[in-house]
């Protein structure tokens, strides 16, 4: 008989209990501090330069890690617009059920411009036709920086800057003059921006309850290096007579002075995370540890340390598909491995681990084991993740691409979206958050995602063997695929467009109809288990 570790013996009633508690666990996880400030474990972002990528792309990302956002996916098209339109604002439109959602909450309007650009919109806008992207992550802030006067969120502000936009300096300038205008009224962001040519990492936060505006500071990600945000304020000393680098409202200083957070005559230099916000986050610090970690081993850094270098020189030039691993990582092979909390013993007396030991593991169920639960860069609560490409040898239709998978990225394939595109598939515009559908592409891989709970260490081999498929043939297929698509664009670029919208089509369709397969085969292959 299998001599079982004391937590493993009772491995089916934790598998129960893991379920019974995965839904509480699931809910919404910010929470107002007692103190100052407010915190974050809501999304993760990883930007890479140009030189730091083995193909001179530069990339952006977003792992959108919420319970509550929505999860249809529309393209919205180039448009031109008449003197005196209007732009209507909306109360987190990440969340609505569909673009013409009726419930949706209207802030007020805005002048429009005359000119607006196409975008793939996500629940946070991720790329626009000129192959400009943006990445999120949430770090809160202090609690009294939060205004309640104004028109723009968080998304609204993401939405508006990719319509008007074509750099992520210009992005940056714009949610500058928008926000003084007609102020910022969410919590402290941090926009992960992406041009063919540049990478910077932006920070915003509102400017106090009954103030019109916001404060905010940006640094520039040097060409050689790759930065995260991991929902916490990173950015500490800023030197704005380097424009090439750092950027910054005019308010920046002066906003901290006012409300006594920062003395320049107390010889302490300004430091913009601690003046605006915290680095108390150890689930934040510690994404930040392993990410940087991963990219430069040799660095040696202290996964308890507070502050870690802005940016790293990888050790090796990133792809794609390093990216994708880096979001896929579950501490494995360290000492915060969660999948050891959970283990058995063999015939011959070797330790293994359980097989339904798993990096996700409820929090509740983590107390009651009196065991830490770590937050990996992994989330099991993902809406989904994005990596983007953006390219600037190529035409912008073709060099910007999204790759994006719902749901667990470490149960997900992630499949290209062209950002010359004319529309998403028919699946991927259903919202799936409001409950289950078989017409929605997120439900396909969500129940995959959840069923691999019941069994993670089998489980994760036979879904693996799917989307490594699926990635591979995406991966394998990119440069034929693009070559043909710039030889449709010199003769008509609406083939063209036609071209990439049905490849994109055709790999995500298969893709979702490979997993409600896979889910099928799993609910067959381990039913004993349910």
Request: charged share 25%; proline share 5%.
């Amino acid at each position: 008989m299998k001599k079982y570790h004391s937590l493993a013996r009772f491995a089916f009633p934790v598998v129960i209990l893991c379920t019974i508690l995965f839904w509480a666990g699931s809910l919404p996880t910010a929470r107002a501090l007692p103190d100052e400030s407010f915190e974050f474990d809501n999304c993760t972002s990883v930007l890479v330069g140009k030189l730091a990528s083995v193909d001179g792309s530069t990339m952006t990302s977003h792992s959108c890690d919420s319970s509550t956002d929505r999860t249809w996916i529309n393209v919205v098209p180039h448009k031109k617009h008449k003197a005196g339109d209007t732009a209507k604002l909306y109360f987190e439109a990440k969340r609505t059920k569909g673009p013409d959602d009726p419930d949706r909450v209207d802030l007020g309007e805005i002048p429009q411009v005359p000119e607006t650009y196409a975008y793939i919109n996500t629940a946070y806008p991720v790329m626009n036709e000129h192959q400009l992207a943006i990445g999120e992550t949430t770090f809160g802030g202090k609690r009294e920086l939060k205004s309640n006067e104004g028109l723009i969120d968080c998304p609204e502000l993401y939405r508006l800057v990719l319509e008007r936009a074509k750099t992520s300096r210009e992005a940056i300038r714009i949610a500058d003059e928008l926000t003084k205008k007609y102020g910022y009224i969410d919590y402290g962001e941090c926009f992960t921006f992406a041009d063919p040519n540049e990478v910077w990492h932006f920070e915003i936060l509102g400017p106090g309850r009954g103030k019109k505006g916001a404060v905010w500071a940006a640094v520039r990600i040097p060409d050689d290096r790759v930065g995260v945000s991991a929902n916490a304020s990173r950015i500490r000393q800023i030197d704005l007579k380097d424009a090439e680098h750092y950027m910054a409202s005019d308010n920046v200083y002066s906003l901290a002075q006012e409300l006594d957070w920062w003395d320049p005559e107390s010889g302490e230099p300004f430091e913009f995370c601690y003046a605006y916000a915290s680095r108390r986050s150890l689930g934040s610090r510690r994404r930040e540890w392993r990410v940087l970690s991963r990219l430069a081993p040799s660095l040696n850094l202290d996964p308890n340390g507070e502050n870690f270098p802005f940016s790293v020189r990888p050790e090796k030039k990133l792809s794609v598909r390093d990216v994708l691993d880096i979001f896929r990582d579950t501490y494995q092979n360290t000492p915060f491995d969660m999948t050891n909390t959970l283990t058995t013993t063999d015939r011959e007396g070797q330790v293994i681990k359980s097989p339904v030991a798993s990096a996700f593991l409820n929090r509740e169920l983590m107390q009651l084991l009196k065991v830490q639960r770590e937050r990996t860069i992994c989330c099991a609560r993902a809406t989904y993740l994005h990596v983007t490409q953006s390219r600037s040898w190529l035409p912008d239709s073709i060099g910007g691409v999204v790759w994006l998978g719902y749901d667990n990225p470490a149960t997900t394939p992630h499949t290209p979206f062209y950002c010359g595109i004319s529309q998403m598939p028919e699946s991927y515009r259903v919202d799936g958050r409001w409950g289950f559908r078989r017409d929605s592409a997120w439900w396909a891989f969500r129940r995959v995602s959840q069923l691999a709970l019941f069994r993670w260490q089998h489980m994760t081999r036979d879904i693996a063997k799917v989307w490594q498929g699926i990635e591979d043939k995406a991966f394998t297929d990119q440069t034929d695929v693009e070559e043909e698509a710039q030889g449709l664009l010199k003769q008509d670029p609406e083939k063209a467009r036609e071209y990439l919208t049905d490849y994109c089509h055709r790999l995500a369709d298969g893709a979702v109809e490979a997993y409600w397969k896979l889910g099928d085969d799993l609910w067959g292959k381990y039913t004993r288990y349910f």
